[in-house]
């Protein structure tokens, strides 16, 4: 997958009720790298997320994933090439943690069969690997925000897509369990599959991603590698806060936020 495309967007514009939200956005993404996107409340990241999954549709531009027109591709073959893990979720029936992590082998398992052995082990693999397999049977209504959140990230991995979307996952998670899934999504993509992850925190960005796009008003502010980009004048100019990067020994670096 390395070294291929994978999104490509050409010059998309998208509004809401004919309120402008995106405007003017053109990126190449390549595949097998880390993408976080970054941004104040309300420049767009969710926008971008659904512009990048399909969902919604730019009124103007075209987006191409993999060479193809995002929109020539039906939702079947999406959902065996790109997971998408929202940041707000709706469950019109009463399943169980189980039950919802298995339906993200759905999109590989043949119309009329059951799941195998191989697709039970997934969801089994999953659930130890988010630290939830003692929720297995509890009911996805009757979780707290992080819990949820972690059930949704283990049925994106069940999924194996190439291309993940993350929209601000780590939001409603403690600090080790939003560590552990951005070390999840790392690997995952040192093993070649793409992600996108919109991100509020700057130093998690910092620590995992290979680039950051960084939204401001609805355009694309700046776009490069995230060392290069997230630094004190980026903050300053972006967010109204002031900040220090810290560089330690072993060459890796982090903002400290000056709270007054």
């Not at 997320?49 to 191409?64: E, F, H, N, Q, V």
């Not at 073959?77 to 189980?98: C, G, H, K």
């Amino acid at each position: 997958m390395e070294g291929r495309k994978a999104w490509e967007l050409d010059n998309v514009d998208f509004s809401y009720n004919s309120a402008p939200c995106l405007e003017h956005i053109s990126l190449s993404l390549d595949s097998g790298c880390f993408y976080g996107l970054l941004g104040p409340n309300g420049s767009g990241k969710s926008t971008l997320i659904d512009l990048l999954s399909g969902y919604l549709k730019p009124d103007t531009g075209a987006i191409r994933l993999q060479g193809q027109s995002l929109h020539s591709l039906k939702r079947s073959e999406l959902a065996t090439v790109l997971t998408v893990v929202p940041q707000r979720f709706a469950f019109n029936f009463d399943f169980n943690v189980y039950e919802t992590v298995m339906m993200g082998r759905y999109p590989h398992i043949p119309r009329f069969s059951s799941p195998t052995q191989d697709d039970h082990l997934r969801v089994s693999e999953s659930l130890a690997l988010l630290d939830i397999d003692h929720l297995a049977q509890r009911s996805i209504r009757k979780l707290s925000g992080g819990e949820t959140q972690r059930v949704m990230i283990a049925r994106a991995l069940v999924q194996d897509t190439d291309f993940i979307l993350l929209d601000e996952v780590t939001a409603n998670l403690d600090i080790n369990h939003a560590i552990a899934i951005m070390q999840t999504m790392k690997a995952l993509v040192d093993k070649g599959k793409t992600v996108v992850a919109a991100l509020h925190d700057l130093n998690m960005a910092l620590s995992f991603c290979d680039q950051v796009m960084v939204l401001d008003g609805g355009r694309l502010h700046q776009h490069g590698i995230a060392a290069e980009v997230i630094n004190d004048e980026l903050v300053a100019d972006i967010y109204q806060v002031a900040s220090e990067v810290i560089r330690v020994a072993d060459g890796s670096a982090h903002l400290s936020f000056k709270y007054q």
